[in-house]
């Protein structure tokens, strides 16, 4: 009952399924993408160089993304991103159906894409609470990790099938046409004032020259300020950073050697993938189911150390179906837990005026340690496949206890309060 009113909301409704549409597209293009450049270059190399090239923009922009979502609005920052892809990925749709194909073009999408990244992760992490009230935001995120979730197991099996029987061109195609209609379900938001031009504290320079080189700097520097100030911005930081860590490299190369001690390889990595995003999409229909408790710092805590534990664990599972069935029932709470818990915790308790910086700052994290996880545990696992499922589950764990040791930590809750700058 309660989803069900959630979706008599047209708006929510509208944007929901326009970014879960363009999220399938997305992922069913990444392995036309994918193939495409390594199709026309024969050069594993030059793919990764293409990777590399898309996640610095994605990197280097990101708290500029979040100045400007805060300064301009969601909705506009959104709509563009939408906007600017759908053409990048039309150019080199028609490209490829022309046969006029250019390795210069796999590096000027990856710029595009990593560019709107950028723009557009702290702006989709800032629309909710503009879509939905305050008591409906935990099912709304869990909605969204639905939609996600589905994409994430759909996408490639329709991107591989696309390939195989229509074509490059027409999986770009589909993508642009996903963005568009998302751009379309965007653009039925109604305007609001920008958080930025309210009201906004001292540190924040007030309403300022909106838009100039010098007030976008003042906004990153007041949004740097006000997570180092923010008890609940640091706890956040904490957790993507420990989680970070962990997974990154696990799912990077701790699953594929752990798969290769089993029987059928190939298959088993498969299986385990699968059973993850199985759990993941039943967690996220759990929370929308359930919503979610107030205590948010206890189910955070217990969820942290419930997955350094489980890591410690995985590497020790007897056959392929004990690890799928762990990574299927760790994957549901996680979904249920951090997914869904973690952003409607920062969507509930971030002022409106600093909500897409204080999402750029904790996307920043996965930016920065993404590599370093997967160097380590790539380190690690050569002297044993065991030893690296042990050290994924040290950052966990030492995170768990420092915040189960505190007080107020364990205390934390979603209120419609946001804490004080």
């Known amino acids: 009952m309660p989803s069900r009113a959630l979706f008599r909301n047209r708006v929510f409704r509208r944007v929901w399924a326009g ?25 594993p190399a030059l793919l990764a160089a293409v990777l590399v090239v ?4 994605r990197g280097v922009l990101m708290l500029l993304g979040g100045a400007v979502t805060d300064r301009v609005s969601p909705r506009t920052v959104l709509l563009a991103c939408h906007l600017v892809r759908a053409a990048a990925v039309l150019a080199l749709g028609a ?6 194909v250019h390795t210069w073009q796999f590096f000027a999408l990856g710029l595009a894409a990593g560019a709107a990244e950028a723009f557009s992760v702290p702006a989709g992490g800032s629309i909710l609470p503009q879509l939905v009230p305050h008591d409906d935001l935990a099912r709304a995120n869990a909605w969204v990790g639905f939609g ?3 994409g994430r197991l759909a996408g490639p099996v329709l991107g591989g099938a696309l390939v195989v029987w229509a074509g490059t061109a027409t999986a770009a195609w589909f993508n642009a046409a996903t963005f568009l209609a998302a751009a379309a379900a965007i653009a039925s938001v109604p305007r609001r004032q920008p958080a930025a031009e309210r009201p906004a504290p001292a ?14 700097r003042r906004d990153i520097t007041a949004g740097l300020a006000y997570a180092r100030r923010s008890r609940d911005v640091r706890t956040v930081l904490l ?10 490299g ?3 190369v701790g699953l594929p050697a752990l798969a290769a001690t089993y029987p059928d390889g190939p298959m088993t990595l498969g299986l385990l993938v699968s ?8 967690g996220s229909a759990a929370a929308a189911a359930t919503g979610l408790p107030e205590r948010w710092g206890l189910l955070i805590v217990g969820m942290t150390l419930t997955e350094g534990a489980a890591f410690a664990v995985l590497g020790f599972a007897p056959t392929a179906w004990g690890a799928a069935a762990l990574l299927a029932m760790l994957g549901f709470g996680v979904a249920y837990s951090s997914d869904v818990a973690l952003p409607t915790y920062v969507q509930t308790r971030t002022p409106p005026e600093y909500l897409g910086r204080v999402n750029s700052v904790i996307y920043l994290p996965r930016v920065v340690l993404e590599p370093v996880s997967v160097a380590l545990m790539g380190v690690v696992v050569a002297a044993g496949v065991r030893w690296g499922f042990a050290a994924a589950a040290v950052p966990m764990l030492a995170v768990g206890l420092l915040l189960a040791a505190d007080p107020r930590a364990r205390g934390l809750r979603t209120t419609p309060t946001a804490e004080p700058g």
């Open 239 to 248: 957790l993507v950073g420990a989680a970070t860590l962990s997974y990154a």
């Open 148 to 150: 996600e979730q589905g």
């Open 95 to 100: 490209a490829s159906a022309a046969g006029q």
């Open 250 to 252: 696990l799912f990077a």
């Open 203 to 216: 540190a924040d320079g007030g309403p300022g020259a909106a838009g100039t080189g010098s007030a976008l």
């Open 54 to 57: 898309q996640a610095v923009p």
């Open 275 to 282: 059973a993850w995003g199985l759990g993941q999409l039943l």
């Open 19 to 43: 970014e879960a549409l363009s999220g399938l597209g997305d992922l069913a293009f990444e392995v036309a993408f994918l193939w495409l450049v390594l199709e026309h270059t024969g050069s």
